[in-house]
């Protein structure tokens, strides 16, 4: 069941529950199917590679082995989204204007970035 979420790539979000509670970064992808998203420097795994190995997600590169550090996707849930004007975890509302539904903060009404393009 995918969840409901104004949070889109490129956003600011902080983690709110977890051991990673209170960290920010960017969004960098989301999977709505999933309800996860993966957030910039946020819940870093590392993965240890032998070398010679060629990792199937890396289109083919090449690694040289040792630490592959990536990060581990988050339930949507447990990820806030923080309002680049007030510098706070807001809510997100849609307001509707002349250009359609646009996501503004509920504490300032400032405009959200769109969404990114082929995101
Ligand atoms: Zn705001």
Request: charged share 25%.
């Amino acid at each position: 069941m995918a969840v409901k979420t104004h949070i889109v790539k490129g956003d600011t979000v902080m983690v709110r529950r977890g051991k990673e509670r209170g960290k920010r970064g960017t969004v960098k992808a989301v999977f709505p199917r999933e309800g996860v998203a993966t957030v910039e420097g946020v819940n870093v795994v590392k993965r240890h590679t032998k070398q010679g190995t060629r990792s199937q997600n890396m289109g083919g590169a090449a690694q040289t082995g040792g630490i592959l550090e990536k990060e581990a996707a988050l339930p949507l849930s447990v990820l806030q989204y923080v309002c680049p004007k007030c510098n706070a975890p807001s809510r997100l509302r849609h307001q509707h204007g002349a250009q359609g539904a646009q996501r503004v903060c509920s504490r300032c009404g400032e405009p959200a970035r769109e969404a990114a393009k082929g995101a």
